[in-house]
Structure formats: C-alpha cells, structure tokens
C-alpha cells in the first residue's frame, strides 16, 4: 500500500470535483470575463464577510501581493520566526515589497497582543516603520497550532490604535474554522487581507484567494499582473477551488481525528522523543537521540510510505483528503513495527 503524509498537498481532485472543471464555463480572467473565476472569488469574499477577492495559482503569491499592497518599502513586517511569509516564500517580502521582517517566537507559532505589542518600534528614525502584523493559522511549524476569534479581535484592535495592517496566511484557515466553531464572516471584521489556499486540505488541484478590502484587491490585481499570476481561461481551475470551498470544509474534522490517532500512537513509540499536541492535521514529533531524520524516513519508505522531514530529528506527518481509513490503519501498525 502507497501511503502519502508529506502534505495536504499531494492530494487528487475527486470524480465529482472533475466533472465540475470540465463543465466550467470560462472566459479570459485577465480581462474579468471568466464567470467560473468571478463567481469563485464572491463567494470567497462573501464567505470571509470581506469585500472582494482576486484568484492567484499560489498561496505563495497572495500572501506576497496581500503584504505589498498593504506597505511601502523600508517598512517592517511583525511575523513569527517559523512563518511560511519568511522561511518558505524565497524572500519575497524583501525582494518584492522592500521590506524587513521584526521575529517573534510565540507560543507554538501563535502571537500574543503582549509580544505583537512590544515589537512595534518606536517613532525613530534609525528604525523601519512598523507597518503590518502577519499572522499564520493554522501553524504549520506549530503543528497545526491555531488562533481563537478572541486572540484576533484583541490583535486586530491593537493594529488599529497604532495604525497597522493586518495580513492573514490562513492557508488552513478553514482547518481551524473547524475545530473552533468561529463564523469565518466574522474573520472580515479584523483583517485588511486574507490569504487562503483551496490545495491543501480543501483538495483541489492548484490556486489561491487573496480576499481583502475593494480597495486592496484592486491594487492587488495591478501587483498579481507584473509578478506574472494573471491567467486566462481559468475557470477550468476555479472551479475545482469553487467544489472544495462549498463541499470539502466540514470533512476536514476526519482528518484532525486521524492525526490524533497518529499523534496518540506515535508519544507511545519508544524512538519518539516528543509529539507536539495535534490540533488539526499536521502531527510533527521528535526522534529519540541518535536517530536521524534520514533514518526514519527510510524505515518508512520500507513500508511504501512517505513522510517529511521538518528538522534534525524532527518529522511531520500530514493527514488530508486521500489518506482513508485503511491507510490509517496500515500507518499504525506499520511504525509500530519500526525499530532502532
């Protein structure tokens, strides 16, 4: 059996998801005449309580054109140490936007007001001008860690008494949405841009949503064309994020369940050092002292199964659309029967 836990991203769209690319009406989105793209990104902007949204192939790309449209250069952005906008983006925000970046550590990835709040520099001019707080969530290198409506009310309150943006990387946004119960219309309330990707968890095959402001997501279209992410008859794909977004988000809760049971197996493992509390779909744990990363991957590819390597000793399962029942199953007993 081939078992794939490297990402939600691996994932294959589903018979009823292909017969709704295929019938997709479409037109040339560049030019805003592609109804399947237009009709993706109102029920994305009507979903999160926000104005508008403009459709991009990458998370990559709108958290990268959220950011620049909400700063100048010379600016700063307040983020985690471990977020994708700084560790997996290619230094985007410096490239792209001119920008520097305050990190913070955070409790599993998660920000405080009393952290956010001590980063803001001060009106000198030997300091960037702190403009934007970016928050992830899920957190990935948190392990699926996650924020509660509370937590971003209070951030977002805090960014307007001191004039900031606030950026979302919600690429599992809808992970969280799930575990705690939240009215996503209400995220629209807090947010100046929200990034959201439909090939993770929610199971289509490529793109993203950059949902915000009108007045953003219009500038966003100008930034979206000169870093070459303006697509023509692209409702073919939008359609496919268009199914995940009305049918595949309440599911997501068997694949929490699923990483819980990983979770559980894995802390009783002997040549597991540490599991990190699974909260939604990613379970990242630690090897025990002299077994390296290359090991136990290797150790599982002798059972056809795949997994990433997230750090030295460190590991990271990811459970998601395609990973069944009878997978589960094969998973456990198959590291059970691992040894060093």
Known sequence: MQVDLRSDTVTKPTAAMKEAMI????????YGEDPTVNELEKYAANYLGMEAAIFCPSGT??????????????EEVI?????????????????????SMKLLK????????????????????HAPITSIVSLENTVNKGGGSYYSLSEIKAIGQLCREHGLKFHLDGARLFNALVETGDDPKEYGKHFDTISICLSKGLGAPVG?????????????????KFMG?????????????????????????????????????LASLSYVE???????????????????????LDALKQHQILAGPFGPREIRFVTHLDYNDQMLEYTVEAIKKISF
Do not use: W
């Not at 790309?61 to 010379?74: D, R, W």
């Not at 983020?79 to 920008?99: F, P, Q, R």
């Not at 794909?237 to 929490?256: F, T």
């Open 106 to 125: 955070g409790d599993r990835g998660r920000l405080s007001l009393n952290d956010i709040k001590e980063a803001i520099n001060p009106d000198d001019i």
């Open 79 to 99: 983020c985690y140490e471990g977020s994708h906008i700084y560790k997996y983006e290619g230094g985007g925000v410096a490239g792209t936007s001119g920008l």
């Open 229 to 265: 992410g303006g697509m023509r008859q692209a409702g073919f794909i939008a359609a496919a994020g268009l199914y995940a977004l009305q049918n595949n988000i309440d599911r997501l809760k068997e694949d929490h369940k699923k990483a819980r049971i990983l979770g559980q197996t």
């Open 61 to 74: 790309m709108t958290n990268q054109i959220g950011i620049n449209v909400l700063s100048q250069p010379y």
């Open 208 to 224: 993203s949503l950059l949902v915000g402001k009108a007045d953003h997501i219009k500038k966003a279209r100008r930034v979206r």
């Open 23 to 30: 019938n997709a009406e479409v037109g040339d989105d560049v």
């Open 274 to 296: 540490e599991v990190l509390p699974v909260d939604t779909n990613i379970v990242i744990f630690k090897l025990a002292e002299g077994i390296s990363t290359a090991q136990y």
